[in-house]
């Protein structure tokens, strides 16, 4: 069965540093993965996703995200944080393990905070 | 696109009241979705439908919540009595099976049981 795991569940970075926010996956099957940012009080939003080609995808926000395949990861990074980028993001993976249920498997997520 | 649309935006009541809340889907979208968030349990799956079927509701809580989606442009989720422990924040989302799954959210229904 597919899992998410982020690691850590707060991530603090000073305004203008690099934002890096971790996500492994466990796959059968080829995996479709996807970042979503939840801002205070509102529903979440797609930041980006990866399905096929090209391992590295870029997202809205200048957030960009790798696939690794080698590692199971897709960690997701900003060379510079900005005060808005302050939010909760979570990573998922399609549950096509065993057929395609059509489900999304989210990670427990992880809070960034942004200081000035 | 409107995108997904869900009512009411805050809902307060009181213990025992009947709450439900409303859904409607991107159209064209064969999959509906209702999650729940809230701050000790992050978001959790409660209930999906394929075409309007339900598929799994092994995320409902207990018998006091039901779903149901009667057509592919509505659905409902209703708790009946509505207690304490259900304030949360409530989630709908719809995504095309040809999509990879990608989820569309609504913007939630924010319940405050007294």
């Known amino acids: 069965a597919q899992s998410v795991t982020q690691l850590g569940s707060h991530v603090s970075v000073s305004e203008g540093a690099l934002v890096l926010l971790r996500c492994n996956y466990s796959?059968?099957?080829?995996?479709?993965l996807f970042w979503y940012v939840q801002y205070p009080n509102q529903g979440l939003q797609l930041l980006l996703k990866?399905?096929?080609?090209?391992?590295l995808v870029k997202g809205i926000n200048g957030f960009e995200a790798e696939f690794k395949k080698s590692e199971t990861s897709f960690h997701l990074t900003k060379p510079s944080a900005h005060m808005s980028d302050a939010a909760e993001y979570f990573c998922?993976?399609?549950?096509?393990?065993?057929?395609?249920?059509?489900?999304?498997?989210f990670g427990q997520g992880t809070t960034l905070q942004v200081k000035p | 696109d409107a995108g997904v649309i869900q009512s009411p935006r805050h809902e307060v009541t009181e213990m025992g009241q009947e709450v439900t809340l409303r859904c409607k889907p991107i159209?064209?979208?064969?999959?509906l979705f209702w999650y729940r968030q809230t701050m000790m349990r992050g978001l959790e799956l409660l209930i999906y439908?394929?075409?309007?079927?339900?598929?799994?509701d092994s995320g409902m809580p207990e018998d006091r919540f039901s779903a149901k989606m009667p057509n592919a442009s509505f659905s409902t989720l209703k708790i009946q009595p509505s207690e304490p422990r259900d304030s949360a924040v409530y989630f709908c989302?719809?995504?095309?099976?040809?999509?990879?799954?990608?989820?569309?959210f609504g913007p939630g229904t924010r319940l405050t049981v007294l």
């Open positions: 989302a719809s995504s095309r099976r040809a999509g990879h799954n990608e989820q569309f």
């Open positions: 439908f394929n075409n309007n079927v339900p598929i799994d």
């Open positions: 990866y399905t096929t080609g090209a391992t």
């Open positions: 998922a993976v399609s549950d096509q393990g065993s057929g395609n249920t059509g489900k999304l498997i």
């Open positions: 159209s064209g979208h064969d999959y």
């Open positions: 796959s059968s099957v080829p995996p479709y």
